[in-house]
């Protein structure tokens, strides 16, 4: 099982860069990762998601080293909208019953 | 509208009665999950159906029942509730069969058992 580990919490304050780190150690070659943003009372929301090398949308960049036993999403200028959860996943549908959502890393932005 | 819709919203039961979540797309994506979120944890895959009339167990099946008759409906069944059962349920969908496709997820019911 690709199982993830992420940091529990982690603040930051308006403007500034966030970074936040997973690591899955037994990523499988077909394995993708993938981040979702979580707002209290909403569902999941997908932000990116990456196989290799790095990824750059409208709201996020996605890291992942030549080894991929982690992933870094880094969230540009945060704003007090950030202030979510996060969690990365390790997914491949071929195994679709091993689709595992960690606990997150529950962001808070300050002022 | 289109998306993912989930109904009820919001229910309430007694221990030992039968109770059946709603989840229904409107685009016609292959994949489709159902998750349970309890409070201050993560999400855990309950049943995923790959299309209709294919259906599988993920991480935490037991106590859940699902169907998928139509492409676009993947009902849960929880057969005989228990109050360890109370959470909050997030049925999701998915486009592809192949690795990597992105999941949406629908606003989820909130369920307590009492």
């Not at chain 1, 580990?5 to 308006?14: A, F, L, V, W």
Request: aromatic share 12%; glycine share 6%; charged share 20%.
């Amino acid at each position: 099982l690709a199982k993830t580990t992420q940091p529990i919490s982690m603040d930051s304050y308006e403007g500034q860069e966030v970074n936040i780190t997973c690591s899955h150690n037994n990523i499988a070659t077909n394995d993708y990762i993938t981040w979702y943003q979580q707002f209290p009372s909403q569902g999941p929301r997908f932000i990116i998601q990456g196989y290799k090398t790095k990824v750059t949308n409208e709201v996020a960049s996605l890291f992942i080293p030549a080894d991929r036993k982690s992933s870094t999403l880094s969230l540009p200028r945060v704003s007090l909208s950030d202030t979510a959860v996060y969690y990365c996943l390790v997914d491949t549908y071929s195994s679709a019953s091993k689709i595992i959502f960690g606990s997150g890393t529950r962001l808070s932005i300050r002022p | 509208d289109a998306g993912i819709t989930q109904s009820p919203r919001y229910k309430i039961t007694e221990t030992g009665r039968q109770v059946t979540l709603m989840c229904h797309q409107t685009w016609s994506h292959s994949y489709m999950f159902w998750y349970r979120q309890d409070l201050g944890h993560g999400l855990r895959l309950i049943y995923y159906s790959a299309a209709a009339d294919i259906t599988d167990k993920g991480e935490v099946p037991d106590g859940y029942v699902v169907s998928r008759s139509k492409t676009e409906n993947f009902p849960l069944t929880l057969e005989s509730a228990t109050r360890s059962q109370t959470s909050v349920y997030f049925c999701a969908s998915s486009e592809s069969e192949t690795g990597g496709e992105t999941q949406y997820f629908g606003p989820g019911t909130r369920l307590l058992v009492l």
